[in-house]
């Protein structure tokens, strides 16, 4: 993998092994797609900066997305 550069446009694929449910605290986000053991997304940026910024926000959403279901029983 080669390095990138700050102004270079960049794609972020991420798979994630959870609760499909929580793909529902990215809606406003980016759009998300149930894989056999939970879902994925991508996000597309025209910064490495951008890219860094978006998926700071989609984790916290997860974040406080799986801390809300906890806290209420969902994933027992």
Known sequence: MSATRKNEIV?????I???PR???ALQT????SEIE????FEINANSISDARARMNTVL???I???RTGQ????WA
């Not at 794609?11 to 798979?15: F, G, Y």
């Not at 806290?71 to 969902?74: D, F, V």
Request: without cysteine; charged residues 15%.
């Open 11 to 15: 794609r972020v694929s991420v798979s």
């Open 17 to 19: 092994s959870a609760d």
């Open 22 to 24: 929580l793909a529902a």
């Open 29 to 32: 986000e980016v759009e998300t």
């Open 37 to 40: 053991n939970g879902f994925q």
């Open 60 to 62: 916290r959403s997860l």
């Open 64 to 66: 406080a997305a799986h």
């Open 71 to 74: 806290a209420i029983g969902a």
